[in-house]
């Protein structure tokens, strides 16, 4: 908008600054129109914003009661070992018996040798030489060694240096310095044996050949041990103490042997907890979402007191962003009328969420729990509350039938989906752009216009002033001649 300057009251007693002003302010009036249009296309952006992020949160809800939810189980404690379970483990009691724990092979220079951590062990002058550190499993370290990098020190760096399968440190014992090498794998096929290719001299102090057994420059001071257990009678051996591959959807850790040979029983009962959760969350979200519905969807009656014959209220200033939308309409019907169906077997007792004791008010929509009647249908009939929710792959349940309601709205991260309300959001901005044009063309127009009439008021204040002074001056004269 342009700064109105230049002019004030002329001699002639014309406020033509003020008169500006009124003609400016007039002018902007022009405006109205698109900035209205620009306010309610911004106000739609921001409630269907609002309406997406109340339905991602009910998404992940529904994510929840689609599996996960019924697939928890809680597991009993155990001393020798203890277990974690992952969706799609089942009920059950499990004996278990720990008859070794896995551990890593390490092996230590010999102390009475070495009084300077920092001294060279190797033959100056003898160029690189390369320490091999190879596993039963056939992997194989080969680290370079400069005639300054034989000391111990020197040595469990560039073995750290090169983040291999084997971990280095260096100790001071009451004998001297000593190499600690141990593996990173654990159990047998982690065993490691040590050479030193290109310098007799250094490994006189770094070699060891598990063949040869004490007959070593280095010793064992820690056994390559794989994990033996025994589960429901039969006997395994792994080479880790974290076991994944024995009992479907559980890992095992182990923790110490059993005690005097005596097996424990890990029991997997259905943790119902997690699924009641679940649905107080999803009753939660749920009617959260149909909040943020109800009040972009609002509508209120337009005042008509006062007015006039031939005057047409205008819409009431309440009124919700997106009211009469036929998008909103129609998402909300889908997902009421999904939240009101019928699921599951025609024979179960658990059906629909009314079952469960959820009530759905008939005008609003708004969800009310009764926690005592869930807790009973979950303890009485838990498999039924899982089929009602997640259904079957020929007849999916509530949740994943809402869930898919709301991916084709509010689209899904994961599977990369936009969905419906981006395209829609998208749109308004296109819009938005438009309009914002619109508003930058008219307003240059509107400060063209003022502009110009700034210039004719200039010119009217001289004109004006020269009258003035014409008509002071032909006063004087005759006032001399009077």
Known sequence: MATISGLGVGTGGLDTAALLTQIAAAEQTRLTP??????????????????????????????????????????????????????????????????????????????????????????????????????????????????????????????N????????????????????????????????????????????????????????????????????????????????????????????????VSKDGDGEQLILTKDTSVAKTAIQDFVKNYNALLTQTSSASKWVANDTSGLQDGEVATPNSQNGALMGDSTLRGMVDEIRGISNGIYGDSDADIRALADLGIKIDAATGQMTLDETKLDKALADNPDQVEKMFVGTSSNPGLAVQLGEVITTYAGDEEKKIEGTIKQTKDGLDEQLKLVKTQIDKTQKLIDAQVERYRKQFQNLDSIMTQITGTSNSMAAMLMQYS
């Open 34 to 159: 698109y900035t209205n249009r620009q306010s309610s296309f911004q106000a739609k952006i921001s409630a269907w914003g609002q309406i997406t992020d109340a339905m991602k949160t009910l998404q992940t809800t529904t994510k929840q009661l689609s599996g996960d939810a019924f697939n928890t189980q809680k597991l009993s404690s155990n001393e020798a070992f203890t277990a974690t379970a992952s969706a799609g483990a089942l009920s059950g009691t499990h004996k278990v018996v720990v008859t070794q724990l896995a551990s890593s092979h390490s092996l230590a220079t010999d102390g009475s040798k070495v009084s300077d951590a920092d001294e060279r062990l190797g033959t100056n002058g003898s160029g690189n030489r390369t320490l091999v550190i190879a596993h039963k499993n056939g992997e194989e370290m080969r680290i370079d060694l400069a005639d300054d990098e034989t000391s111990l020190n020197q040595i469990a760096k560039k073995i």
């Open 161 to 256: 240096q090169a983040e291999g399968d084997v971990k280095a440190s260096v100790v001071r014992s009451d004998e001297g310095y000593q190499l600690i090498l141990t593996s990173k794998t654990s159990g047998e096929e982690g065993q490691m044996s040590v050479r030193v290719e290109g310098d007799n001299k250094l490994g006189e102090v770094l070699s060891y050949d598990p063949a040869l057994g004490k007959n070593n420059n280095m010793s064992e001071v820690g056994e390559a041990r794989d994990a033996r257990l025994e589960v429901n009678g039969i006997k395994y051996t792994r080479p880790s103490n974290n076991i994944t591959d024995i009992i479907d959807n559980v890992t095992l850790t182990l923790n110490k």
